[in-house]
Structure formats: structure tokens, C-alpha cells
């Protein structure tokens, strides 16, 4: 049985679910999710204890895997309406930054020419100073996919160690060339 799959989700107060045959919907003060589950896995809804329990029909490989994984994204779904999902980034370099243009994070890190990153929708993007950004959201793998995108666009090096980093991230620094005698 799997460890994660088989320990129900709980369902705070003010948080609708509906089921409908295998999709299911949350609903909450932060917003609306839904998603269709694989038909190997069944969820269903306990009115009396609020919580969602996720099972399985059959122990093969593929429904066992499956089982954690649904049980996982149901409650990253409760929790991204209820409490929400966010993201810290830093730019680090000299003359690198950022600033919101409408829908749109531009970003000067030493390119000839500045980026201009579209925002996608369901997210929320803040430049509180010009070195950080705050991506926040209701869907975890959206807030996620985003920052790594973004990220992306200008890895942290290991000689200096410019470039954008989720915050707090450590970067293994390298000496460089030693030297000469």
C-alpha cells in the first residue's frame, strides 16, 4: 500500500469538492482548480470527516504509482485554494534587474538586449526592489514552471555567481584560473 496514496486528504472549512465521474473540482477562497484523474484510481468524499480519500483498484504497477501521485495533487489542489503557492527569485550581477511592465517581467542580465517575459494567466508577479521577483499562485505546478523558466533565462554561474536564483539557493562557487608564477 502505498505510504502517501492511502492517508486521506483533509478538507479545510470553506472549501468546495465536487466529483464528477473522474474529474474532480476544488474550490476556495483563493479560487478554482480542477483536474481529470486516470481512471485506474477512484476518489471519493467524506461529508462527516471532510476529507477526500484516494484508493485504487488493482495493485498493478502503473495504479500504484498513480495512487501517490493523485493523492499528492489533490491536496497540492486544497492547499493552492486555500493558502496559495509562492515563489522568491534574486538577480545577483552588477546592472542586472527587474520590473513589471502590465503583463509582462522584463529583466536586464547582461544580454544585449532586455527580456521581456509574458506572464501567464492565474499568476501573480511582484518586483518588490529591482534584484527580487514574487511569483505567487493557486496552482503549484504553474508557480513552479514559471519560476524555473525564468530562471532559466539566466543561470547562476559558478565563477561569480551572477545570475537569478531561487532565493536562498546556494551556489557551489569554483576558484578559477590560479595564478601564474
Excluded at 502517501?4 to 479560487?31: A, F, N, R, T, W
Excluded at 502503473?62 to 527569485?89: D, F, I, K, P
Excluded at 509574458?118 to 501573480?124: F, R, S, T, V
Excluded at 530562471?151 to 569554483?174: C, D, F, S
Amino acid at each position: 500500500m502505498s505510504r502517501i496514496g492511502k492517508l486521506p486528504v483533509q478538507v479545510p472549512d470553506g472549501v468546495k469538492i465536487q466529483l464528477d465521474g473522474h474529474s474532480i473540482q476544488v474550490e476556495g477562497p483563493k479560487g478554482r482548480l480542477q483536474w481529470e484523474y486516470r481512471p485506474e484510481i477512484a476518489v471519493t468524499f467524506d461529508e462527516d470527516n471532510k476529507r477526500l480519500v484516494v484508493t485504487r483498484g488493482d495493485d498493478d504497477r502503473q495504479s500504484r504509482a498513480l495512487h501517490g501521485l493523485t493523492r499528492a495533487l489533490v491536496q497540492n489542489m486544497v492547499t493552492g485554494v486555500t493558502q496559495g503557492y509562492e515563489r522568491r527569485l534574486e538577480i545577483h550581477g552588477v546592472g542586472y534587474l527587474a520590473a513589471l511592465a502590465g503583463s509582462t517581467l522584463q529583466l536586464r542580465v547582461g544580454l544585449a538586449n532586455e527580456l521581456q517575459v509574458p506572464i501567464p494567466e492565474g499568476l501573480d508577479v511582484a518586483v518588490p526592489d529591482q534584484q527580487h521577483v514574487v511569483i505567487r499562485g493557486i496552482d503549484k505546478q504553474l508557480v513552479n514552471q514559471f519560476a524555473a523558466a525564468v530562471r532559466a533565462l539566466r543561470k547562476p554561474e559558478p565563477y561569480k555567481g551572477k545570475g537569478i536564483r531561487y532565493l536562498g539557493e546556494q551556489i557551489r562557487r569554483k576558484q578559477g584560473k590560479a595564478m601564474a608564477k
